[in-house]
């Protein structure tokens, strides 16, 4: 089958046409800009250069129309018609408490990701639609939601809830949901996998340490805490999300600044994390460069992100009283060598030792620690992508 797997944010869309026997990557790409001017579409075919083309998408229906033109062209496309796109697979972002796994889109289910809208509001919209302008170009194509909120809804109550009063789980269903699922699924049960063992005999810890960064404690293949919460904001230092803070700093910055909750909102999700930290950037790149080259700020940046994992880490350990594996994936998690070796270093009490030249691999399934090492340590790649096309298979 050829699943073409969406990925719709608000002015943007990823995609990749996947095969899904062999599942390799026919083509992806990307469309920038959707309704503001300078629109683009990146088009990638496996095995060739990059085309990039600006081209008029007032919304997302015309960058769709554009993606499938990209895909069926006659000298850079990939198939022949859209006939041999089999099924189309959509991240979504907020499932609410109402999805616990991947679903056929039909109307009813559409409705009821429009109910979970308020939770996530600048994703769900987005994502719904990629959806309604995949049905009007490609109408008798099954599509199916995967969502980034599923995973983690076998959390007990006691994981998920605020110590806030009850009524706004009741009234609003504030709570916490974690996000990144797919990712943790797909690595956590990659991870066993590798280690020849079954994910249901496993106490797993997965660190998603990308641009967003999260943590998932999963328990004999169920994930049973993880650090974001109600929102993305919660829980690790991120590129530009502060993670955990007091929540009496909203209003004392507000107070101070002369601003509303709503801007000091999008100061920590936007201007903070390592980027607000260390004045430098978002990019660890740039952190490891200024680093090296002794500015101090960014080596307390680096200290303080890598603790932040630690102590998430280590309160995963008590939650599940015990680990046996420790993954480390997305864009820092597997590239970043340093940080990785920083945040290591906490783990003594555990009994983990690690291999140092097999921590300076990028990008690769590798066993870091050391046979007699009392935890596995891992890097486990992560693949969005490819979770939500084998997900989509299984549906249709
Ligand atoms: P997103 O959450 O946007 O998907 P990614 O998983 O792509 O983010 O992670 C982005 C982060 O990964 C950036 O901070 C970047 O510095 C880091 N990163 C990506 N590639 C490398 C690399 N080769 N070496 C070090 N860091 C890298």
Redesign the pocket.
């Known amino acids: 089958m050829k699943v073409l797997v969406i990925n719709c944010g608000s002015s943007s869309l990823k995609y990749q046409l996947i095969d899904s026997e062999t599942e390799e990557v026919l083509a992806k790409g990307l469309c920038e800009r959707i309704g503001i001017e300078g629109s683009m579409l990146t088009h990638q075919p496996a095995g060739m250069d990059k085309i990039k083309k600006e081209l008029d998408m007032p919304d997302h229906t015309a960058a769709v129309q554009f993606v499938l033109e990209a895909l069926t062209d006659p000298e850079s496309g990939c198939i022949a018609s859209l006939d041999e796109i089999d099924a189309i697979g959509h991240r979504i972002v907020h499932g609410g408490e109402k999805f616990s796994g991947s679903v056929i889109l039909t109307d009813e289910v559409l409705e009821a990701i429009t109910e979970c809208n308020e939770l996530a509001p600048l994703h769900n919209p987005a994502n719904l639609i990629g959806i309604r302008s995949c049905s009007k170009l490609m109408p008798e194509v099954p599509q199916v939601g995967v969502f980034d909120t599923a995973f983690h809804q076998t959390m007990p109550a006691k994981a998920y809830l605020y110590g806030i009063p009850y009524e706004y789980y009741e009234k609003y269903k504030v709570r916490r949901y974690g996000f990144?699922g797919t990712s943790h699924d797909f690595v956590s049960a990659r991870a066993a996998e590798i280690l020849g063992r079954s994910r249901d005999d496993l106490k797993i810890i997965v660190c998603?340490?990308?641009?967003?960064?999260s943590i998932s404690a999963v328990d004999h293949g169920k994930c049973v805490d993880t650090s974001m919460g109600l929102t993305p904001l919660e829980g690790l230092i991120?590129?530009t999300r502060s993670g955990d803070i007091d929540p009496a700093i909203v209003d004392f910055i507000a107070d101070k600044e002369g601003c509303t909750a709503k801007e000091v909102n999008t100061i920590l999700n936007k201007k903070s994390g390592?980027l607000g930290l260390s004045r430098i950037?978002?990019?660890?790149?740039?952190?490891?460069k200024a680093s090296a080259e002794g500015n101090e700020l960014a080596k307390t940046t680096l200290e303080a992100y890598a603790y932040r994992v630690a102590k998430y880490v280590g309160s995963y350990v008590a939650a599940m009283n015990g680990v046996d594996v420790i993954a480390f994936?997305?864009?820092?998690?597997?590239?970043?060598?340093e940080?990785r070796e920083m945040i290591c270093r906490y783990f003594g009490y555990l009994g983990v030792t690690i291999e140092e030249e097999k921590n300076q691999v990028?990008?690769e399934e590798i066993i870091l620690s050391t046979p007699d090492s009392a935890v596995t340590v891992m890097v486990v790649p992560?693949n969005e992508e490819l979770a939500i096309a084998r997900e989509t298979v299984a549906l249709v």
């Open positions: 990144h998603h340490l990308g641009n967003g960064a991120m590129g390592v950037s978002s990019d660890f790149r740039d952190l490891a994936t997305a864009g820092v998690g597997e590239n970043n060598a940080v990028r990008g992560t």
